[in-house]
């Protein structure tokens, strides 16, 4: 299994774990200290399991129950990053100061019948089509079957939405379902059926607006909405499809895959890729870590987004390490809105718009995992200008 460092997207809250255990009441304090000037509010925290489980004095099969302040129930989610157990939970905290929370023995059942706020699933039925969801967007890794047909296109693709619920599932297979009836439509072979046919599958057409938002992000043969690639002499080594994938959560503050890509050739080398992505409640930002197994020497690497715009569409920071860009869509002319899109990395050296796309770029060494952040959002839904994306990738690198 690859190892999954969980790493809160809001670094600078820290968690302290009060042994303030009691031989009646059996708790623990979960004290959030956010020292930051910004209020932190519905981000996922996440503290070690197992020091909560011996401060309570209990087996890990034990039920716990997470309260706030106001004796109210949380949502919590148990988490496996590869290493230990993590205890996730979802808080708010005001600039500069604390929140607490407490943590006992029993379980609660209005807390853990929460709707998840995120969504992975695989999608063998489009191609092998990899999905997914949190509040903010829904994001497509494309598979094998896709790769079979010859089909082109590289890199991930991007849905916008406008609301938190999750939709992407609904989408997909009223979609599929639609599109089964409008074929079998047409192979009757009767003309008057054709029009009918037509206008079954765009009802429910994923590329149209049925009220809250589709699929107008355009990716191709390019690293479309913000995938990694090895350079070598000056080129984009372009992944096509995943190989195999396996869950390693399923929210409902959490969800994470791991995805296996084919071979990849890079110079004299065969090189096997291994993707994690990560993604969670309170956040856009999805984490993407990336690891090449055959690599022989140093590369450099860039996360790329596909450019189909203007000049004004852009930002590249690379002192704040990212870039940011507003896509006009696949189909402006049905007003359609704007695709807005970060990215940040850590160890960014450059950033540049060459080759088809934006461009970050870092120092790739063999062996290591190279983690970076992507996020979407939509101009007619939560996320409204190209500044407004920017605001919070300053606010994503100060944390």
């Known amino acids: 299994m690859t190892n999954i460092k969980y790493q809160m997207l809001a670094l600078a809250v820290m968690l302290m774990l009060c042994a303030c255990q009691q031989q009646v009441t059996r708790t623990v304090t979960l004290v959030v200290s956010n020292p930051t000037d910004h209020d932190i ?19 890990a099969s034990t039920p716990i129950r997470l309260t706030d302040e106001l004796g109210k129930p949380v949502v919590t989610q148990i988490f496996d990053d590869g290493m230990e157990k993590l205890l996730l939970f979802e808080s708010s905290t005001l600039a500069n100061g604390e929140s607490t929370y407490y943590v006992s023995v029993g379980f609660d059942s209005l807390a853990q019948a929460a709707q998840p706020a995120v969504m992975m699933k695989h999608y063998p039925q489009r191609k092998d089509d990899f999905m997914w969801e949190n509040e903010s967007g829904i994001w497509r890794a494309y598979g094998p079957e896709l790769q079979a047909s010859g089909e082109r296109a590289f890199g991930y693709d ?12 609904k989408r997909m297979l009223d979609a599929l379902r639609n599109w089964a009836i409008a074929d079998s439509l047409r192979a009757l072979g009767e003309p008057w059926l054709l029009s009918r046919a ?9 590329h149209r607006d049925h009220g809250n938002g589709m699929d107008c992000y355009a990716v ?11 350079v070598n002499d000056g080129q984009l080594v372009l992944p096509w499809a995943w190989k195999s994938h396996r869950i390693l959560a399923n929210g409902p503050l959490l969800a994470a895959v791991e995805l296996d890509y084919d071979t990849l050739y890079v110079g004299t080398d065969t090189v096997m890729e291994h993707r994690t992505i990560v993604t969670q409640k309170g956040t856009r930002f999805n984490i993407i870590r990336v690891r090449y197994e055959g690599l022989s020497a140093p590369h450099e690497i860039a996360v790329g987004l596909a450019y189909h715009a203007d000049d004004d569409s852009i930002r590249l920071n690379t002192p704040l390490k990212y870039m940011a860009y507003s896509d006009p869509t696949d189909q402006p002319a049905l007003d359609p809105g704007r695709v807005e899109i970060g990215v940040y990395v850590p160890t960014l050296k450059r950033t540049a718009l060459e080759l088809g796309h934006l461009l970050s770029y870092a120092d790739y060494q063999p062996g290591e995992t190279f983690t970076y952040y992507m996020g979407s959002g939509w101009s007619k839904g939560d996320c409204p200008s190209l ?6 990738l300053k606010l994503l690198g100060e944390t």
Do not use: C, H, Y
């Open 220 to 230: 191709g043969p390019t690293l479309g909405g913000g995938t990694a690639a090895l």
């Open 198 to 206: 037509d206008s079954i599958g765009e009802s429910t057409s994923f």
């Open 158 to 169: 991007i849905w916008v939405k406008n609301t938190k619920e999750l939709v992407s599932d």
């Open 41 to 59: 509010s519905g981000v996922v925290d996440g503290i070690r399991l197992q020091p909560v489980l011996d401060s309570l004095g209990v087996e």
């Open 387 to 392: 500044e407004a994306m920017e605001r919070e």
